[in-house]
Structures are given as structure tokens and as C-alpha cells.
């Protein structure tokens, strides 16, 4: 007795048999979700890779911002900044903070942080 080829008959977890073109639309229901399941692994792999293999690039963030006087006229030249962030919204140590001297031109600013 010959075996079938595993293309043309299979059992599945119901134990129906499945025969011909309907057992190959389902190898290839398989074979794509297989494929998207890989693509996907494979996607999340490389970031965790980049993520890891750049740690500072992963860490820094671009502020951008608007510094005037008391009198509200915009501020030009270089000043002195402290960037800090906080558990809470006053008092308390910060998590984590960072001093800049930064150019200003006509108010505006742009700083990396990190």
C-alpha cells in the first residue's frame, strides 16, 4: 500500500481528511500566516537590536521652546538652562536633570536632551 503525498491528504486536529485543492488553499493559509509570524519576529528582533546596540541615540529627545523676559519681550544670546523631570508636580528630588547653555535667537531655542 502507497502512502498519499502529504500535499493531497492530510488529517487535521478534527481528524477529517482533507483532499486536493481545498488541502492546498490551507497549506497556503499556513504557510502565509508562518511568513507574517516571521516578518513580525524578525522586525521586533532588529529594533530591540538597534535599541541596544545605540543606547544614547534611544535616549535623547529634541526640545524645542520660547524664552522671554519679565516684560515678555523675547530673549537673544546665549543663557543658562536646567532641564529636570519629577515624580510629582512640586517639590521632591528629580529623577533626572541636565544643565545647557543654549542660543537664543529672537526667543526661540532648540536643545537635545539625554
Known sequence: MTRPSPVFSKRYTDGAPRTGAANHL????????R???TT???LVLTALALLFTSPAAAFELTYEGYLSDL????????????F????QATGGEPL??????VDVSAGNFTVRLG
Open 96 to 101: 533626572w536633570e541636565e544643565g545647557h547653555s
Open 71 to 82: 516684560n515678555d519681550a523675547p530673549l537673544d544670546g546665549a543663557v543658562s538652562t536646567r
Open 26 to 33: 490551507l497549506d497556503a493559509g499556513t504557510t502565509m500566516k
Open 35 to 37: 511568513a507574517t509570524t
Open 40 to 42: 513580525r519576529l524578525a
Open 84 to 87: 529636570a523631570l519629577f515624580t
